[in-house]
């Protein structure tokens, strides 16, 4: 039983550790980025904390959906609920935070529908 308390105490001890460094990093990173950096990835970390909290509530249902009124495949469903967000924002005098938060959503949703990957990505760059 002391034997384990010691591990726990280890690990605990550890897991600090490994957290003081990784926010040692993320301060040396951020320190190194320009502002318009650091605000980019902070729109891209909320977005991708907004799509995975959205993701759990709503049951993965863009993704794998119940087929109960429209018998489409995930990519097209995406694309309608995109049309209607672009036609939301058309039609509309003022751009709202939401709307556009769900077009990327989406567009992100659409990328997985695809099979996107990193490495997709990474070919993107010059």
């Given at each position: 039983?002391?034997?384990?308390?010691?591990?726990?105490?280890?690990?605990?001890?550890?897991?600090?550790?490994?957290?003081?460094?990784?926010?040692?990093?993320?301060?040396?990173?951020?320190?190194?980025?320009?502002?318009?950096?650091?605000?980019?990835?902070?729109?891209?970390?909320?977005?991708?904390?907004?799509?995975?909290?959205?993701?759990?509530?709503?049951?993965?249902?863009?993704?794998?959906?119940?087929?109960?009124?429209?018998?489409?495949?995930a990519t097209n469903s995406?694309?309608?609920?995109?049309?209607?967000?672009?036609?939301?924002?058309?039609?509309?005098?003022?751009?709202?935070?939401?709307?556009?938060?769900?077009?990327?959503?989406?567009?992100?949703l659409l990328l997985v529908?695809?099979?996107?990957?990193?490495?997709?990505?990474?070919?993107l760059k010059d």
């Open positions: 039983m002391m034997r384990n308390l010691i591990i726990k105490v280890k690990e605990k001890e550890m897991t600090d550790k490994l957290e003081t460094l990784r926010m040692k990093r993320e301060d040396f990173m951020c320190n190194c980025l320009t502002d318009s950096q650091n605000k980019i990835i902070n729109v891209c970390d909320s977005m991708k904390d907004l799509l995975l909290y959205k993701n759990q509530k709503y049951g993965d249902s863009a993704l794998n959906p119940n087929n109960i009124f429209y018998k489409g495949d995406i694309k309608i609920r995109l049309d209607d967000k672009i036609g939301r924002i058309r039609n509309s005098e003022e751009t709202r935070i939401n709307d556009v938060a769900d077009i990327i959503g989406y567009c992100v529908s695809l099979n996107v990957r990193k490495e997709d990505f990474d070919k």
